[in-house]
C-alpha cells in the first residue's frame, strides 16, 4: 500500500522560504515520477512542480526561478524548496507519485502553507 507522508507546511511571511519534505513507502520509488500539486479555497488543484524518474523536471510558470523539486532516491523522498514565498502561494499543497507504466496516481494528504503580506 502507498503511503505519502508530507511535511514541512506552516506560516511564513512573504519573501521567506519553506522546504516541504514527501516520504514515500509501500512502493518502488525509483519507477514513480513525483510532483507536488496545490489547491487554494475555491481554486482547482494545480500542478507546481514534477520530477521523472530520470531526474526531468518541470515547473509551473508561476513558480519558476523560486521553487525548486528534487528527489532522494536513497531516502524515498521528494523535496520542494520554496523560495520568495508570495500570498498567492498559500494552498494545501499535496505530494503525487505516479507510476512510470501504470500510470497509477497516489497522494498524501496534503500540508498546509500559509504566506502571510
Known amino acids: 500500500q502507498v503511503q505519502l507522508v508530507e511535511s514541512g507546511g506552516g506560516l511564513v511571511q512573504a519573501g521567506g522560504s519553506l522546504r516541504l519534505s514527501c516520504a514515500a513507502s509501500?512502493?518502488?520509488?525509483?519507477?514513480?515520477?513525483m510532483a507536488w500539486y496545490r489547491q487554494a479555497p475555491g481554486k482547482q488543484r494545480e500542478l507546481v512542480a514534477g520530477?521523472?524518474?530520470?531526474?526531468?523536471?518541470n515547473y509551473a510558470d508561476s513558480v519558476k526561478g523560486r521553487f525548486t523539486i528534487s528527489r532522494d532516491n536513497a531516502k524515498n523522498t521528494v523535496y520542494l524548496q520554496m523560495n520568495s514565498l508570495k500570498p498567492e502561494d498559500t494552498a494545501v499543497y499535496y505530494c503525487?507519485?505516479?507510476?512510470?507504466?501504470?500510470?497509477?496516481?497516489?497522494w498524501g494528504q496534503g500540508t498546509q502553507v500559509t504566506v502571510s503580506s
Open positions: 509501500g512502493m518502488i520509488f525509483t519507477l514513480h515520477a
Open positions: 503525487n507519485a505516479q507510476h512510470r507504466i501504470t500510470r497509477l496516481n497516489s
Open positions: 520530477v521523472t524518474t530520470g531526474g526531468i523536471t
